[in-house]
């Protein structure tokens, strides 16, 4: 099993920053694919960023395109979510995913097996 936990959300004002963490625990290895997904109230889960393990470059949604990204750090079995810029219409709760092998499209939330329990992102205008 992986365990995913995340950690870093909060109350910001538009334009500030926030960096978002997710801790891994398990069996994680090079082919994992980590991503982040956010859902506001009323809204379906939407995709966020995603990275392989191994490197390679990440992806993002258009609507966070130069203004969030996405890294990891192997030896602390951890991926980061920077947010600069933020928007009121990023308010949601943001969650950390993973799976065990490539995904051919990282968007369809469904498709994930490891999913952490959420941190929420308030962003003030």
């Known amino acids: 099993q992986v365990q995913l936990v995340e950690s870093g959300g909060g109350l910001v004002e538009a334009g500030g920053s926030l960096r978002l963490s997710c801790a891994a625990s398990g069996r994680t290895s090079s082919s994992y694919v980590m991503g982040w997904f956010r859902q506001a109230p009323g809204k379906e889960r939407e995709f966020v960023a995603g990275?392989?393990?191994?490197?390679?470059?990440?992806s993002y949604a258009d609507s966070v395109k130069g203004r969030f990204t996405i890294s990891r750090d192997n030896a602390k079995n951890t991926v980061y979510l920077q947010m600069n810029s933020l928007k009121p219409e990023d308010t949601a709760v943001y969650s950390c995913a993973a799976h065990p092998v490539p995904l051919a499209t990282m968007a369809k939330a469904y498709q994930w097996d490891y999913w952490g329990q959420g941190t929420q992102v308030t962003v003030s205008s």
């Open positions: 990275i392989r393990w191994s490197g390679g470059s990440p």
